[in-house]
């Protein structure tokens, strides 16, 4: 009976979401091909399994926090070091072709979780940096690029981002999430078989890219990355909205992966045997719940206006474990026990900030679509994507130096200045067109010319 918590958790939050759907309805993607959808959901399930055993995971392997704190630093050092040439790349060399780099290096990262070896666990979190880096760049930039190629309107296209996280990133990672606690709890196959599962989605999705996904580009016309960097960078420091943009990834995604590496620390401060699949079930329930919820949010306003409120919640939510953890004292006899008070409250709270993480990626990325140039857009996301890999390094490499108080402390200011962020771009957006008119893109289309909204070269 002691997962009857969990359950109930759960519970609480699909009563809500049940509601939602029967009220709304969930928004057909009708634009969208059916091996994309499929494969979209698979690589999505696939990322998350990630999740809930890769602490646990080193913890297992019997490295400290320090240790673990060092490993995860390397993944977003990666991140941050090669990010930003992986995206250029990607704009130059191909958007397919990078997805299927993704899937390449994500495979040979999982490959070395079986592997108790630290150094060989250094280079899987180097080779997952730069997978991360692909993931959130290569992918959406493919979309886009094909979205509106096709024609496809502004709508549907935050639909597609609600749609892909409420199923990626929600569903198929809670059955994700129940297969991973089966795998390790029932069946005893140790906290690596996750990792074993997530090869074989790599594999089925890396097939699906190869067969089923037409090739599209940035921009081509530079000769070297130089140029390329030089022009993303001239059009972040133009445009106030593209900054304000960057600086809200940057500080969300700061809090968001640092709150990755710090929830199992809060929950089970004396060690207490909480259920971590369990767990992650009601997070991406949560997140599911979030990514739908935006769906319904962007019919009704603008990402730019709505997402400032988005932030005081997420604010709030992490203000919970911040205070919770200014009580240092330990209980060894608590050690192995259930969870406890203390952890089911941060549980809720940590559901509640995983909804906003759900409203956030979908609209994220809508506000992304809309004003940043296509021709450089996996180059300009990762450069957002240095800051956030360098707040990150800077929050794991100072994990014992700082309290836990002290990292949430942290991330809670990251949120605010999230959210401070909105509040400006809300501001000077009203005052700026975006960069897809669908219009343009089908000018474009039948013109044979590439303008704004259109893609570069032919698939």
């Given at each position: 009976?002691?997962?009857?918590?969990?359950?109930?958790?759960?519970?609480?939050?699909?009563?809500?979401?049940?509601?939602?759907?029967?009220?709304?309805?969930?928004?057909?993607?009708?634009?969208?091909?059916?091996?994309?959808?499929?494969?979209?959901?698979?690589?999505?399930?696939?990322?998350?399994?990630?999740?809930?055993?890769?602490?646990?995971?080193?913890?297992?392997?019997?490295?400290?926090?320090?240790?673990?704190?060092?490993?995860?630093?390397?993944?977003?050092?990666?991140?941050?070091?090669f990010g930003t040439f992986v995206g250029a790349l990607a704009d130059k060399l191909g958007r397919k072709n990078a997805?299927?780099?993704?899937?390449?290096?994500?495979?040979?990262?999982?490959?070395?979780?079986?592997?108790?070896?630290?150094?060989?666990?250094?280079?899987?979190?180097?080779?997952?940096?730069?997978?991360?880096?692909?993931?959130?760049?290569?992918?959406?930039?493919?979309?886009?690029?094909?979205?509106?190629?096709?024609?496809?309107?502004?709508?549907?296209?935050?639909?597609?981002?609600?749609?892909?996280?409420?199923?990626?990133?929600?569903?198929?990672?809670?059955?994700?999430?129940?297969?991973?606690?089966?795998?390790?709890?029932?069946?005893?196959?140790?906290?690596?078989?996750?990792?074993?599962?997530?090869?074989?989605?790599?594999?089925?999705?890396?097939?699906?890219?190869?067969?089923?996904?037409?090739?599209?580009?940035?921009?081509?016309?530079?000769?070297?990355?130089?140029?390329?960097?030089?022009?993303?960078?001239?059009?972040?420091?133009?445009?106030?909205?593209?900054?304000?943009?960057?600086?809200?990834?940057?500080?969300?995604?700061?809090?968001?992966?640092?709150?990755?590496?710090?929830?199992?620390?809060?929950?089970?401060?004396?060690?207490?045997?909480?259920?971590?699949?369990?767990?992650?079930?009601?997070?991406?329930?949560?997140?599911?719940?979030?990514?739908?919820?935006?769906?319904?949010?962007?019919?009704?306003?603008?990402?730019?206006?709505?997402?400032?409120?988005?932030?005081?919640?997420?604010?709030?939510?992490?203000?919970?474990?911040?205070?919770?953890?200014?009580?240092?004292?330990?209980?060894?006899?608590?050690?192995?026990?259930?969870?406890?008070?203390?952890?089911?409250?941060?549980?809720?709270?940590?559901?509640?900030?995983?909804?906003?993480?759900?409203?956030?990626?979908?609209?994220?990325?809508?506000?992304?679509?809309?004003?940043?140039?296509?021709?450089?857009?996996?180059?300009?996301?990762?450069?957002?994507?240095?800051?956030?890999?360098?707040?990150?390094?800077?929050?794991?490499?100072?994990?014992?130096?700082?309290?836990?108080?002290?990292?949430?402390?942290?991330?809670?200011?990251?949120?605010?200045?999230?959210?401070?962020?909105?509040?400006?771009?809300?501001?000077?957006?009203?005052?700026?067109?975006?960069?897809?008119?669908?219009?343009?893109?089908?000018?474009?289309?039948?013109?044979?010319?590439?303008?704004?909204?259109?893609?570069?070269?032919?698939?």
């Open positions: 009976m002691e997962d009857a918590f969990y359950y109930i958790v759960w519970s609480i939050i699909v009563l809500p979401l049940t509601a939602l759907c029967w009220k709304e309805g969930i928004a057909a993607i009708s634009d969208n091909s059916q091996a994309f959808k499929a494969f979209r959901n698979n690589y999505l399930a696939v990322y998350s399994l990630q999740g809930p055993y890769v602490y646990a995971l080193y913890e297992h392997y019997g490295y400290s926090p320090a240790q673990i704190g060092q490993l995860f630093i390397a993944g977003f050092g990666s991140s941050m070091v997805a299927l780099g993704y899937v390449v290096t994500y495979s040979l990262s999982c490959c070395t979780k079986h592997s108790p070896d630290y150094w060989v666990l250094m280079g899987g979190r180097v080779l997952g940096g730069i997978a991360t880096s692909l993931l959130y760049s290569a992918f959406e930039s493919w979309l886009v690029a094909e979205h509106f190629k096709r024609g496809y309107s502004e709508q549907a296209l935050g639909q597609t981002f609600s749609y892909a996280v409420f199923l990626g990133n929600g569903l198929m990672a809670i059955l994700a999430g129940f297969l991973g606690d089966y795998l390790v709890e029932k069946m005893g196959l140790g906290r690596v078989a996750p990792f074993d599962a997530a090869i074989l989605f790599m594999v089925v999705g890396g097939i699906l890219i190869a067969i089923t996904w037409p090739e599209n580009y940035g921009d081509t016309s530079s000769h070297d990355l130089s140029q390329q960097f030089t022009k993303a960078w001239d059009a972040i420091t133009k445009d106030p909205c593209i900054a304000l943009l960057g600086a809200i990834q940057a500080m969300f995604e700061a809090a968001m992966y640092s709150f990755v590496f710090l929830w199992t620390m809060a929950m089970s401060p004396n060690k207490e045997a909480i259920k971590h699949g369990l767990i992650f079930v009601n997070f991406m329930t949560a997140s599911m719940m979030g990514s739908f919820l935006a769906g319904v949010l962007m019919k009704r306003a603008r990402p730019e206006y709505y997402m400032k409120y988005v932030f005081g919640a997420a604010t709030a939510a992490l203000l919970v474990p911040m205070v919770m953890a200014l009580d240092t004292s330990k209980n060894p006899e608590l050690k192995g026990k259930p969870i406890t008070h203390s952890g089911k409250i941060q549980l809720i709270a940590f559901c509640v900030f995983e909804t906003c993480v759900g409203v956030f990626w979908p609209s994220m990325m809508k506000m992304r679509s809309d004003y940043v140039p296509e021709e450089l857009r996996a180059t300009i996301i990762n450069i957002f994507r240095v800051p956030l890999n360098l707040f990150v390094c800077v929050v794991l490499g100072n994990v014992e130096a700082f309290p836990l108080a002290g990292m949430f402390g942290l991330c809670v200011a990251f949120m605010v200045v999230s959210m401070v962020s909105q509040t400006q771009l809300d501001k000077f957006s009203q005052a700026r067109p975006v960069y897809h008119k669908v219009s343009e893109a089908a000018d474009a289309e039948e013109s044979g010319h590439v303008g704004k909204g259109a893609t570069v070269a032919d698939s």
